[in-house]
């Protein structure tokens, strides 16, 4: 697992820039995506992938200790669809 710290440093080291930059652009790449998806719209990057929203509905489920019926809230989740390049990347071909 990578830590933020970890990420940060990465980030700095491969765009030539200092960790302080690294992080304040990272922040506004999530505060973009964040503001985006609070207006269920999609962000794409074409050869990485996609996030959007999609809505689950209200529903019952099961407490499994117990076996009594919960009631499960609407909510929103975020979505990321990885693009064909970056499957065809993840996949390689096998000779």
Do not use: C, H
């Amino acid at each position: 697992m990578t830590t933020k710290a970890e990420l940060i440093d990465a980030i700095a080291t491969e765009a030539g820039v200092t960790k302080a930059d690294a992080e304040r652009t990272v922040a506004a790449f999530f505060d973009i995506v964040t503001k985006a998806a609070k207006k269920d719209e999609k962000i794409a990057w074409p050869g990485f992938g996609s996030f959007s929203t999609s809505k689950s509905a209200a529903r019952t489920g099961r407490n499994p200790q117990t076996g009594e019926p919960v009631k499960i809230a609407a909510s929103t989740r975020m979505k990321f669809t990885s693009s064909s390049t970056l499957k065809a990347e993840l996949n390689p071909k096998k000779k």
